[in-house]
């Protein structure tokens, strides 16, 4: 089954332990994206991915880190994390198109919980 | 830079009553627009899409026109089960902006459908 899977689910840390929230994909799509969804913010975006060893800041990227080092994953990385950084985060991937008539496959989503 | 504008949520209907959510754009190109389904506890679904003016996305039963000259892409359905609760994003993809494979999502709509 085409899929992208997000781990954890859910996540509760404290205040500057560094975790990693993982994203794998099984569609040989070149674009990734991490978002953060907020209640009367929409999808952010927060970094994103054209292809192995290329990424790229979206939106919010302050207090995050990614890594792409194979096609497949895109793990969003939290170094010191902090209450501000509590909410719900998705993972995307697409195939690239000139045009932009793909859409996104979304993961299922990780809730994260700073305190 | 591009943008999506919803209607402000939350929508309460009957079930069997028609729904519409509306949605405006902006781009300086020529996008590709999107709906988007996020059911409780679930990642973004893509519902529907059309790449060019004039052009009809349909699925499930909900239909979206892409109309440029009001630049919007409403979205509407006949008659909505309770099943259709969901949170629904407008989004747009205008890849003529540069080599980021963006997707500029609205803020979401929730909708609820009673018995």
């Known amino acids: 089954e085409a899929q992208v899977t997000q781990n954890p689910r859910y996540l509760i840390t404290v205040t500057g332990k560094k975790l990693t929230v993982t994203c794998s994909q099984n569609?040989?799509?070149?674009?990734m994206s991490w978002y953060r969804q907020d209640p009367g913010l929409g999808l952010r975006q927060i970094y994103y991915s054209m292809n192995v060893e290329v990424t790229d800041k979206g939106d919010v990227p302050e207090g995050y880190k990614v890594s792409r080092k194979e096609k497949r994953n895109f793990p969003l990385i939290l170094e010191s994390p902090s209450p501000n950084q509590t909410s719900l985060y998705f993972c995307?991937?697409?195939?690239?198109?000139?045009?932009?008539?793909?859409?996104?496959?979304f993961g299922s989503g990780t809730r994260l919980t700073v305190v | 830079g591009d943008s999506v504008t919803q209607m402000e949520g939350p929508v309460t209907l009957s079930e069997e009553a028609f729904l519409t959510i509306n949605c405006t754009y902006t781009?300086?190109?020529?996008?590709?627009l999107f709906w988007y389904v996020q059911y409780p506890g679930e990642g973004l679904q893509l519902l529907l899409k059309?790449?060019?003016?004039?052009d009809k996305g349909s699925n499930k039963g909900f239909e979206a026109t892409y109309r440029k000259e009001t630049t919007s892409f409403h979205l509407e359905k006949g008659s909505v089960q309770v099943s259709d609760s969901a949170v629904y994003f407008c989004a747009l993809s205008d890849r003529r902006e540069g080599n980021n494979n963006d997707m500029r999502f609205g803020a979401g709509t929730r909708l609820t459908v009673k018995p």
């Open positions: 569609m040989n799509h070149e674009y």
């Open positions: 995307a991937s697409s195939l690239i198109d000139p045009g932009g008539h793909y859409g996104y496959t």
């Open positions: 781009a300086t190109g020529y996008p590709s």
């Open positions: 059309a790449t060019k003016a004039d």
